[in-house]
């Protein structure tokens, strides 16, 4: 095994502070709307064995064989109809995102490097860590940006921090973020979302919240991710103070022929249809940033299914996105989590220039 070369060890004096970092990571999205992209992108995304729980042996020859044939093409036709002047907008939230955390913490006084990484694409997690250690990185604050805890998206984060972690002799301090989804800045900033959307446009009959679905094999495995969907529904619910009656909980994007977590989202929007529900607000909690899922599988797909089915008003309520209360919570819970680091005393700039130097001596990224 080989170790990356050192660029942060002092010779001598200790830098006064040690450089802190907080690493926003989303799930990733491709770099194109074309098949090629969707190609790449895809075959690491199903090639992660927390996201196809399928022995290897079995379920490669069927992804490469197969899958990853068909899918990209059709997958790569998806994004074009949602893709940004500036990119996929999963990505461009994100960095928005990222952007507006950088200004709040700021202000509050912090100082931290704040980064996006994507667990699948670009920039990728070993990349933009193999940056922050060759700049002097001493604790690493890990924050996936999913409010509910899954094996299939919060622990593959951890697993691609360790990986990185097993090439670097001198490892930061790392800290995770395993879920959110009961935080009441986070429950607010929902609610919010909906309570706002209700004073422009009026009440649904049925609020639909909409979560991304997962194998019902990793519920009865043990997975928290089914429990703490029902949670942040039931908090969200309880702080808009409607009855349990005029909301539905539902799971959207199952993948494959196994049972996922039901209801299924779009089958039950039809039914609701069928029954002369008139108008439903679909509101995507479990997504922090609007992506293919929530604006095509949603806003199309699934409108055009309740509207065919004889619905009449459809609304799709957006993401938390750049929501100012959303970015607070954010803060909060980074916060929360530094606690006991002292990111407030200025850095040591000329030890962090000494270190930068070093590395750029060994031929590490400076
Ligand atoms: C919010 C949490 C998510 C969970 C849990 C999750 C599990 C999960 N997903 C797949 C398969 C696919 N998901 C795809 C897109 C996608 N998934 C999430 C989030 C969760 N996935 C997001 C935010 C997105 C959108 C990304 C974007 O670029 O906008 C896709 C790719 C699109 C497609 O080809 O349909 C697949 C495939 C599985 C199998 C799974 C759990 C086992
Ligand atoms: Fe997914
Ligand atoms: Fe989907």
Redesign the pocket.
Known sequence: MSFAPEPAQAHGREPQTPSTAVLLC?????DEPTPAA?RR??AE??GDP????IPRALWLPLLHGLILRT??A??AA??AG?WMPEG????VWSEKQLLMLRGYLGERGHRLTLRLAMRY?NPSIPAVLDELHAQGLRRLLVVPM?P?Y?S??TASIVDAVAQWSSRIRTLPEIRFVNRFHDHPAYVAAVARRISAHWAREGRPDKLVMS?????QR?LELGDP?HCECLKTARLVRERLGVSADDVVVTFQ?R??RAQWLQPYTEPTLVDLARRGVRRVDVVCP??V???????E?IAMEVRDAFLGAGGQVFHHIPCLNDQHEWILALTELVQEHLQGWDTRSPPDTAALAAQAERARALGAPA
């Open positions: 989303n799930l990733g999205t491709p969707l992108y895809l995304f199903l927390r996201v196809v729980e899918r990209p059709k997958s998806k994004y949602i996929s907008p999963l990505k694409g999913y509910q899954s299939t998206t979560f991304h679905g997962i194998p990793n991710y994007s993948f494959g479990g997504f940033a609007d992506c293919l899922e929530t604006l599988e």
